[in-house]
């Protein structure tokens, strides 16, 4: 059983930065896919960013240029860093981890509001 747990989130002006972390206990494969991904009401869940287990790195549209991921295996932590937010960053974002079938995160909220 794995549990992620997400942190960093909350208000940031339109142009701030956010870091998001996500720290994973129970059994973790180093050779999984993490990854990041945010729902707003009403939408579907979308892909932010994902990592392969070989450190491949995926964005969303969206995101290319101002989000990075990262991961630290050994520390069992997944980061997402968000530069230059927009208002249309505002979502709750969900912590992936793609071992075991697959697991969630129960998700932090981003508001990017003047």
């Known amino acids: 059983q794995v549990q992620l747990v997400e942190s960093g989130g909350g208000l940031v002006q339109p142009g701030g930065s956010l870091r998001l972390s996500c720290a994973a206990s129970?059994?973790?494969?180093?050779?999984?896919?993490v990854g990041w991904y945010r729902q707003v009401p009403g939408k579907q869940r979308e892909l932010v960013a994902v990592?392969?287990?070989?450190?491949?790195?995926n964005y969303g549209t969206s995101v290319k240029g101002r989000f990075t991921i990262s991961r630290d295996n050994a520390k069992k932590t997944v980061s997402l860093q968000m530069n230059n937010l927009k208002p249309e960053d505002t979502a709750v974002y969900y912590c992936?981890?793609?071992?075991?079938?697959?697991?969630w995160g129960q998700g932090t909220q981003v508001t990017v509001s003047s």
């Open positions: 129970g059994s973790i494969f180093s050779i999984a896919a």
């Open positions: 990592m392969t287990g070989g450190g491949l790195t």
């Open positions: 992936y981890y793609g071992g075991g079938g697959g697991n």
